[in-house]
C-alpha cells in the first residue's frame, strides 16, 4: 500500500510564497516521475511541473520562473516551491508519482491566493 500525502498550502497575499511537500510512503522500491497537478473550480485538472527519477523537470509554461520542483529521493519526498504567486494560482494542488508501474495521488491541499 502506497500513500501519497501533501502539505503546505494555505492562504497568501499576491507575490507572496508557499512551498508544497508531498511525502510517499509505504511498499516502495523506488520512485519514477513525481509531479504536481492542480485543478481550480469549474477546470480540468492540470499539470504544474514534474520531476524524473534522475531530476529532469518540466514546468507549464504558465507558472515557468516561478515555480521550482525538487525532490529528496532519500525521504521520497517532492517539493514544489512556489514564488510570485498570483490570483490565478488559486487551486486544489495534488501529488502524483509513478510507483511499481502504477499511478498514486495524494489527497489535495488547497492554495489560495488573494489579490
Known amino acids: 500500500q502506497v500513500q501519497l500525502v501533501e502539505s503546505g498550502g494555505g492562504l497568501v497575499q499576491a507575490g507572496g510564497s508557499l512551498r508544497l511537500s508531498c511525502a510517499a510512503s509505504?511498499?516502495?522500491?523506488?520512485?519514477?516521475?513525481m509531479a504536481w497537478y492542480r485543478q481550480a473550480p469549474g477546470k480540468q485538472r492540470e499539470l504544474v511541473a514534474s520531476i524524473s527519477s534522475g531530476g529532469r523537470t518540466y514546468y507549464a509554461d504558465s507558472v515557468k520562473g516561478r515555480f521550482t520542483i525538487s525532490r529528496d529521493n532519500a525521504k521520497n519526498t517532492a517539493y514544489l516551491q512556489m514564488n510570485s504567486l498570483k490570483p490565478e494560482d488559486t487551486a486544489v494542488y495534488y501529488c502524483?508519482?509513478?510507483?511499481?508501474?502504477?499511478?498514486?495521488w495524494g489527497q489535495g491541499t488547497q492554495v489560495t491566493v488573494s489579490s
Open positions: 509505504g511498499s516502495i522500491f523506488s520512485i519514477n516521475t
Open positions: 502524483k508519482a509513478w510507483i511499481g508501474g502504477l499511478e498514486y
